[in-house]
């Protein structure tokens, strides 16, 4: 059983279009993240959810938008994809710090 | 100043011998710290974490830990080309704050 699932692995789609991608954790735990990993595989924080509340919110557009229908899922909705949105983005999820991550959802822009 | 910063590498070491990884952070107030290896196409994933000054040992690898100097480090004994890899430092302020990564390191080993 795969701890940290998100769907799809990969998205290839074109400028301007809006895109999701949907995260679920089988671990019990009350945080989940999502990261953003670019081209120079820097790993940047974008939102944390806690039992379903937003915790953090890092200086990400407001063309991303999360949501945590209960603390078990935390999907990504992203409108009117930029050239720059293009990245590897990770789900993780924790409960000490500690972050299991998901396989990642590989996103291209074109 | 990057809040969490790594020598990109790569890191070439041989067969068996020892990788050292260093790791700096800016926030003196930082009390977790965690290491990910990430793999080329795949998700990081935990190898260690360390919460106090000192020493902590898992099989080959140990981590480092001086808040003084505001450094972390990993070693990895006896290197095997299947550590090859990029290792991740990752910084947290406190329980339930997020994890700030570094850069990461690259690491070859050759046989």
């Known amino acids: 059983d795969t701890a940290v699932s998100q769907t799809p692995k990969y998205l290839v789609t074109q400028m301007g279009n809006d895109k999701s991608i949907k995260c679920e954790q089988n671990?019990?735990?009350?945080?989940m993240y999502w990261y953003k990993q670019d081209s120079k595989k820097f790993l940047k924080i974008m939102f944390s959810?806690?039992?379903?509340?937003?915790?953090i919110n890092e200086t990400v557009p407001n063309r991303f938008s999360p949501k945590s229908p209960d603390k078990a899922h935390l999907n990504l909705h992203i409108n009117s994809l930029e050239l720059g949105d293009s990245a590897v983005y990770f789900c993780a999820s924790s409960r000490t710090g500690e972050l299991f991550f998901g396989e990642g959802s590989r996103l291209t822009v074109l | 100043q990057k809040e969490v910063e790594q020598n990109s590498g790569p890191l070439s070491v041989p067969e068996g011998a020892i990788a050292s990884l260093n790791c700096t952070y800016s926030?003196?107030?930082?009390?977790?710290f965690f290491w990910y290896r990430q793999y080329s196409g795949k998700s990081p994933e935990l190898i260690m974490s360390i919460y106090s000054n000192g020493d902590k040992e898992d099989g080959r690898f140990t981590a480092q830990l001086n808040k003084a100097s505001q450094y972390v480090s990993l070693l990895i004994r006896d290197s095997q080309p299947s550590d090859s890899a990029t290792y991740l430092c990752a910084v947290q302020k406190a329980a339930g704050n997020k994890l700030t990564f570094g850069g990461g390191t690259r690491v070859l080993v050759k046989p």
């Open positions: 959810y806690n039992n379903k509340e937003l915790i």
């Open positions: 926030d003196r107030g930082s009390q977790s």
């Open positions: 671990l019990g735990h009350d945080t």
